[in-house]
């Protein structure tokens, strides 16, 4: 059994928490979507690539552990990085709030949330642009129930999860920067970050992405999403 590690720092008590959390087997079982029904996922064994991930001053520290990464930031006042999407997502699933809180706050379905989640450790298919959107949608909204007693960080989040969804009365203006994103994303060219500028509420999010690797900021807040070790860095030029 593979132990994942979330690392939370609180600058306030001057001390950094590391919890191994048992893991459960990732599941994905099928259902509608798009008019389509979600394959059965090949059984897989656990991702096994070293992946590093790091927090952004002034908290300086970071993580080493297999799958794929999130980091959620904020206030300059924590730090939490979690590994192995897929498979967190698979402990939150049977939280029993669980069901209603991604209903509510990212229109979406359990089993949809479980499908895309497991998505981000192997990242199957995140060329198909539509697909990484909902498995960046997937972390975003994994991140959110984790941090659901927050108000301010949720409220980020929140965001982040209103540019992933894709209605059709969206404003190309918005749209448009974040598909690039997507695309970039889900490429396997190159290595230098793509940069884009999302203006939502009056405020203002800049979006970095490399090949499997997205970045979410705004002044003190950053949401990431790196899928694998080999992913190049989205971070924030500091």
């Known amino acids: 059994m593979q132990h994942l590690w979330s690392v939370t720092v609180l ?7 590391v919890a191994s959390i048992v893991c459960l087997a990732a599941t994905a079982a099928p259902t509608q979507s798009r008019s389509t029904q979600f394959p059965m996922k090949p059984v897989q064994s656990p991702p ?11 908290i ?7 799958g794929s990464c999130t980091r959620t930031q904020d206030d300059g006042t924590f730090c939490d990085l979690k590994f192995s999407l897929g498979q967190n997502a698979s402990a939150a699933i049977h939280a029993p709030d669980f ?6 706050y990212a229109n979406v379905s359990k089993k949809e949330f479980a ?7 192997d990242r199957y298919e995140l060329t198909k642009t539509d697909d990484a959107a909902r498995v ?17 960080t949720l409220q980020h989040l929140q965001d982040v999860l209103s540019m992933l969804t894709f209605e059709p009365a969206a404003a190309e203006a918005r749209k448009q920067p974040v598909w690039r994103s997507l695309e970039r994303f889900g490429s396997n060219e190159g290595s230098s970050p793509q940069f884009e500028k999302i203006f ?7 979006l970095i992405t490399t090949p499997g690797c997205m970045n979410f900021s705004q002044e003190k807040f ?3 999403l790196k899928t694998a070790g080999s992913a190049p860095p989205c971070d924030r030029p500091q």
């Open 11 to 17: 600058l306030a008590a001057l001390a950094v928490s």
């Open 48 to 58: 096994t690539e070293l992946n590093t991930c790091k927090c952004e001053p002034p």
């Open 60 to 66: 300086r520290s970071q993580a080493t552990a297999t």
């Open 99 to 104: 069901d209603r809180f991604a209903a509510s």
């Open 115 to 121: 499908w895309f989640a497991s998505r981000a450790d």
């Open 136 to 152: 960046v949608k997937a972390a975003a909204t994994l991140a959110a129930f984790g941090h659901r007693q927050d108000e301010r």
């Open 200 to 206: 939502l509420d009056n405020q203002t999010y800049e």
């Open 222 to 224: 950053t949401f990431m």
